[in-house]
């Protein structure tokens, strides 16, 4: 048996934390990375044709010596984040450039910056070693990660921890991370595994969940309130999902946006009722390549009057430059557009008149401090808010997972096993499952399997 099979086999035994703390490590594990000697690959071709089939790759790389503040964790399961899309595609830049700056700071950084990088953002699993330093956490506990990487060390990390000078996003601007058998990570990325879930169920809320929690929820972001009318645009995406969920849990009405009659009925199937099918509509803010229609963003803000009777007080904005021109113009006097993202071009363009003479907010977002990750996590692990898992892969399609992210053929998130050898392993919780229950949990995967 090779030491990941024995590790894999302890976990399913259900051995003590101290079996687990006596396995070994193996000095090599399977990952999916991407290799600096392909950095070009993609020069001159257009975004769209570029296939994170070919520049994933899936197989060993060496394992890292332990600092003092890490732990090594069994990885069951992984998901697909749209980082992995963008590292895969070298766009905006070559993640390689995020290592090297990381390889500078320090000694233990040093290590990130390498020929390889292991991408993934998200995982559950089980805790197998800890640092020296590591005090909350020991071999055995069964966790889900978050992916806020903060050198606790700076001063600029006590606020707000987003606010750190070296905040980085763990397996896209650090190394070693979630799509793989096994994953290094800070001691204050870990939270307890949800009991009810799935180790897949599990691995796929923590980076748009806590995303979407603090845009609309936390302190830092936009401060929903009850009765509140959110505008969210792509609705049944990985963080517009969630943030669709947070609405109607937080007691505010959600209008949310898609691009097609299936998707609307996964929307009202979640219990969005105010629903708008972008395709259907035909909406053209954009005339030409530099040229905005008012007069679109005007049709659009009439439709969200006459499905909730009001104009939005929070936009949830991230698609950019297609969409911000409008999403400025249809939210309320005094209302927030929240943005952690520009999928379709960073370089926005909306009228400032819109803006200040109805004195609205634009306000900037990016993941989530380990309390507001925290938070979230008690809210998946209340049951309170669902995993919006539609489909699962193995490690070895983690390409194929990647590129339907990347086309926008994916509702909510991927699954990916890692150890894990199949769906629906890792419940210890069933009763609260039941009480649940298995369609709620299980909304996007029926949809995606054409039950509703
Ligand atoms: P996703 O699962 O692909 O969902 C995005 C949704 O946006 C799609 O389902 C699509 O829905 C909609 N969309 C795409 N292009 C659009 C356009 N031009 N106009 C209007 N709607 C459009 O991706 P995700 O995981 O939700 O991530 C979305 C973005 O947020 C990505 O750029 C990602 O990198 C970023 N992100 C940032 C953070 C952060 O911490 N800053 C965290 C998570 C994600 P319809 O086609 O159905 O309308």
């Given at each position: 048996m090779s030491d990941t099979q024995e590790i894999l086999a302890a976990i399913q035994a259900?051995?003590?934390?101290?079996?687990i703390a006596n396995l070994k490590i193996p000095e090599t594990y399977r990952a999916a990375h991407v290799l600096r000697s392909e950095a070009g690959m993609w020069d001159g071709v257009d975004s769209w044709d570029k296939d994170p089939r070919k520049s994933l790759h899936v197989g060993d790389v060496p394992m890292p010596e332990l600092a003092p503040d890490e732990v090594v964790v069994a990885v069951m399961a992984s998901s697909i984040n749209f980082n992995t899309v963008w590292t895969?595609?070298?766009e905006p830049l070559?993640?390689?450039?995020f290592l090297d700056r990381l390889g500078r700071e320090s000694v233990w950084g040093a290590r990130h910056a390498q020929d390889f990088h292991v991408v993934g953002s998200d995982a559950s699993g089980v805790v197998l070693r800890v640092g020296s330093a590591v005090r909350n956490w020991k071999p055995g506990d069964r966790i889900t990660a978050h992916c806020n990487h903060v050198d606790d060390q700076d001063p600029s990390a006590h606020n707000d921890s987003m606010?750190?000078?070296n905040q980085r996003i763990w397996g896209f601007e650090t190394n070693y991370g979630g799509l793989a058998d096994l994953a290094i990570m800070k001691a204050n990325q870990l939270m307890p595994k949800p009991e009810h879930l799935s180790w897949e169920e599990a691995a796929v809320n923590a980076l748009c969940a806590s995303t979407s929690y603090r845009m609309l929820v936390g302190q830092h972001g936009a401060s929903m309130k009850q009765g509140d009318n959110v505008f969210i645009w792509g609705a049944t995406g990985g963080i517009g999902a969630y943030a669709t969920q947070l609405v109607l849990n937080g007691g505010g009405t959600p209008i949310g946006v898609v691009s097609s009659p299936d998707r609307v009925k996964l929307l009202n199937a979640m219990g969005c009722e105010a629903v708008i099918d972008r395709k259907a509509e035909n909406y053209k803010f954009w005339s030409d390549e530099n040229t905005q229609d008012e007069s679109e963003w005007r049709r659009l803000g009439k439709k969200v009057r006459e499905l909730v009777g009001d104009d939005?007080?929070?936009v949830f904005e991230h698609p950019g430059r297609s969409t911000m021109g409008a999403s400025v113009f249809i939210t309320k006097r005094a209302g927030t557009i929240v943005t952690c993202a520009a999928t379709s071009g960073y370089m926005i363009e909306y009228d400032n008149r819109h803006?200040?003479?109805k004195l609205k907010k634009i306000m900037s977002s990016h993941f989530a401090n380990y309390q507001e990750a925290w938070n979230m996590n008690r809210l998946i692990s209340q049951g309170k808010i669902q995993p919006v898992m539609s489909e699962v892969f193995t490690l070895d399609q983690v390409g194929d997972a990647a590129l339907k992210v990347h086309h926008n053929e994916a509702e909510g998130k991927l699954g990916v096993l890692c150890l894990a050898p199949e769906e629906g392993q890792g419940i210890t919780n069933p009763e609260l499952r039941d009480k649940?229950?298995?369609?709620k949990i299980n909304l996007f995967r029926r949809h995606a399997r054409g039950e509703l």
């Open positions: 259900g051995a003590s934390g101290e079996d895969s595609i070298f070559p993640t390689f450039g606010l750190a000078a939005p007080d929070i803006l200040w003479m649940i229950g298995e369609d």
